[in-house]
């Protein structure tokens, strides 16, 4: 993470040229060894205030219970009933299932695409075409999505018209479907992410290293599993883990398209803490599920964020 | 001549054409479906048979000018999302000339807290941030959306700043200070403009971002308000009329071309800015 080219600016300020004003100088000289400081303090305060704020909050509120009227201390209750929720455990596992599946077919998607059209002459047109459904609000793309499978029924009957399906689906009534349609809304709209990444990635690299391989008679799947891949990888990790983070965090579908149903097949941790907090207006139960999703969060950040993104800039 | 030697055994055109074709067409035909739904009258939208081939009609144009506040929300929108990115500007240009340009203590811990930040699930910080807000008043204002918004992004803008600082040679700053300019002249007058396409595409994505967000925005805006269109079409479900879809595709449509053609602007930035830096496109 640190520059080295950069490692010997402080030593340059410690040793002024001129000797004069001794005062001052003793001054700008400790004045320097602030200013790093000062520069990056409003941005730390300003996002301490909307995280280390929010979570010394939601640490003391889900030890209470909060309705309407004044906080009730509850101690470990609000936990000990998350534990034996099943909707809390089901929402954990819906994310992640829906999660899991939606990023490895975003990948896979993104990597065959990127691998057909970084050396396309149109590589550029490509690129704005699959583009476009990434810049339309997440709101819009999950209107689409619930008008095209659920209220307007067309998926459904193009489907009869190509003699794949002979009836209508109840997508609602079934679990499998209903994650279906937030899985496919979100591949639509987010596998554009991964391909713009993996494109520059595989545009960055050394073309003789690749060129060398194809003199020696490799093939073109040879060399992009041999040796685009590899190189890919600490980009891939980035990509996969902002994505990642984007899609344990899948709201907006599930509020529009599915609100959970059927019977919670669909309901998201932060649909859950959403429903809990400001449906039930429980909002001590929900600060003990965000808090829970804190303690997930900050791990994953320590051990895996903090390692691809250092090595991803080497 | 590039493309000839490019090609080589084991790769068939047709195939890539097909593959990357098909996908175009993924990626299209519900955009199109779509913009049919908005330029179509209400009553051939959701049929007992889906109708492909539509009459056109203006109605939902002129229903989300003449029976919703479409304006605005637009203005709540622009200004909310224009603050934040001035908010982010502010904070992040010191905050990554810091990161970039200086070796101190715990610097690199700082860099990483503010990038942690960005893996906050915004449902984790909603209840805390709602009564924040609440206390202080700000509830329903778009005040509360343009402080969310710029948290919301500033770890991406501190990063992909940071990130183009980077690049910046050394040599450009010392011939400076040789001339006895100081650390925050350096700043102003060499490097912003130095990495002024950084500026610009860390302010396009935050723009992107910030147009999004729902979730908070849901929370925060309760009335017309401070209703945002990404809000908006949320409750274009008109009570008893159920959704209005031919309203909500054209809102759809209306804030997806100023994006789209910014964001073809800015397209070689694109994927540097989408990994905060990591990856230079």
């Known amino acids: ?314 | 001549m590039a493309s000839a030697r490019k090609r080589s055994r084991g790769e068939s055109l047709a195939l890539r054409y097909a593959i990357l074709g098909a996908w175009a067409l993924f990626c299209l035909v519900p955009v199109l479906w779509f913009l049919s739904i908005g330029l179509r009258p209400r009553t051939e939208i959701i049929t007992p048979q889906p109708i492909y081939f539509p009459t056109f009609s203006l109605d939902a144009w002129h229903m989300i000018w003449e029976d919703w506040p479409m304006g605005k929300y637009l203005r709540n929108s622009v200004l909310a999302i224009i603050g934040s990115v001035i908010i982010d500007l502010v904070l992040a240009i010191p905050a990554a000339y810091s990161l970039s340009r200086f070796e101190y203590k715990g610097r690199d811990d700082i860099g990483f807290y503010i990038l942690s930040t960005r893996m906050m699930a915004p449902a984790i910080v909603a209840v805390p941030i709602f009564f924040l807000f609440r206390n202080f008043g700000l509830l329903d204002t778009i005040w509360a959306l343009m402080l969310i918004y710029a948290a919301i992004n500033l770890s991406f803008v501190t990063w992909i700043i940071r990130s183009y600082m980077l690049d910046i040679p050394k040599e450009l700053e010392d011939a400076a200070k040789t001339d006895g300019a100081g650390e925050l002249r350096i700043l102003w007058e060499i490097i912003i403009p130095a990495i002024l396409p950084g500026i610009i595409t860390a302010s396009v994505i935050a723009m992107i971002f910030a147009i999004n967000e729902f979730l908070f925005t849901l929370l925060i805006a309760s009335t017309p308000d401070a209703y945002t269109m990404s809000v908006a079409l949320a409750n274009f479900t008109g009570g008893s009329d159920g959704v209005i879809y031919n309203a909500i595709a054209l809102v759809a449509f209306l804030a997806f071309l100023p994006v789209f053609l910014v964001v073809v602007l800015i397209q070689k930035h694109l994927s540097r800015g989408l990994t905060m830096g990591a990856v230079k496109g």
């Open chain 1, 1 to 314: 993470m640190s520059n080295p080219a950069l490692s010997d600016s402080g030593a340059a300020h410690a040793a002024p040229a001129q000797p004069t004003h001794r005062r001052f100088k003793r001054r700008s000289k400790r004045m320097k060894a602030l200013l790093p400081y000062i520069l990056v303090a409003p941005a730390v305060l300003y996002l301490m205030l909307i995280t280390l704020y929010p979570g010394i909050f939601a640490i003391t509120q889900s030890f209470y219970n909060v309705k309407f009227g004044p906080w009730q201390w509850a101690g470990f209750d609000n936990y000990t009933r998350l534990m034996g929720d099943y909707q809390f455990w089901g929402a954990l596992w819906n994310t992640f299932v829906i999660g899991s599946i939606s990023l490895i077919l975003q990948c896979v998607i993104a990597l065959a695409l990127a691998f057909y059209a970084y050396r396309d002459p149109w590589v550029q047109g490509w690129r704005i075409i699959f583009l476009i459904p990434m810049l339309f609000m997440p709101s819009a793309v999950a209107f689409i999505y619930k008008l095209a499978f659920l209220d307007a029924r067309v998926v459904a009957d193009l489907f009869i018209r190509v003699g794949l399906l002979d009836g209508n689906v109840a997508w609602q009534s079934s679990t499998w479907l209903s994650r279906m349609i937030l899985i496919i809304a979100d591949v639509w709209q987010w596998t554009p992410f991964l391909f713009i990444i993996f494109v520059a990635g595989l545009q960055a690299q050394d073309e003789e290293v690749e060129e060398a391989a194809r003199l020696d008679g490799a093939s073109w799947y040879a060399i992009f599993w041999n040796i685009s891949l590899p190189m890919m990888k600490p980009i891939i990790a980035v990509a996969l883990i902002l994505r990642a983070i984007d899609i344990t965090t899948m709201f907006t579908n599930v509020f529009i398209i599915t609100k959970g149903g059927p019977a919670f097949g669909t309901e998201t941790i932060s649909y859950f803490i959403y429903r809990t907090g400001f449906k039930f207006f429980n909002f001590g139960y929900a600060s003990a599920a965000s808090v829970i999703m804190l303690i997930i969060t900050i791990i994953i950040a320590q051990f895996v964020v903090k390692r691809a993104f250092v090595s991803a800039r080497t």
